[in-house]
């Protein structure tokens, strides 16, 4: 397993254990329960892609360079038009591009 997929599956299993003291650290605010949630199932979606594209070639790579692509765009868009979550979406948004060029590089 590369450093990226280790770090990505180590963030993914914090989203899924502990997402509330995850977003206290990055964020410096508390989560509620929908947005605990969604970390949760981002969570999920991290440790799975780790694991995918620690045993695959280089179109994995891609393809999940471009789920993380997507999802930097969605927490840009969420950023726009949700100012009580603009700030963790900032977070959020600038956490995936650094996964997509990690994966795209």
Known sequence: MKPLEAFRAAYGVM???APGALERLLVGTAADERARTTIRILGARHVLQAVLTARAGR????????????????MVALAAFDP??????AVNAVIAFAFAVGELW
């Open 15 to 17: 989203e899924l254990l």
């Open 84 to 89: 009580k979550r603009r700030r963790a979406a």
């Open 59 to 74: 179109t994995a790579h891609r393809v999940g360079g471009g789920a993380d692509a997507l999802h930097a765009l969605s």
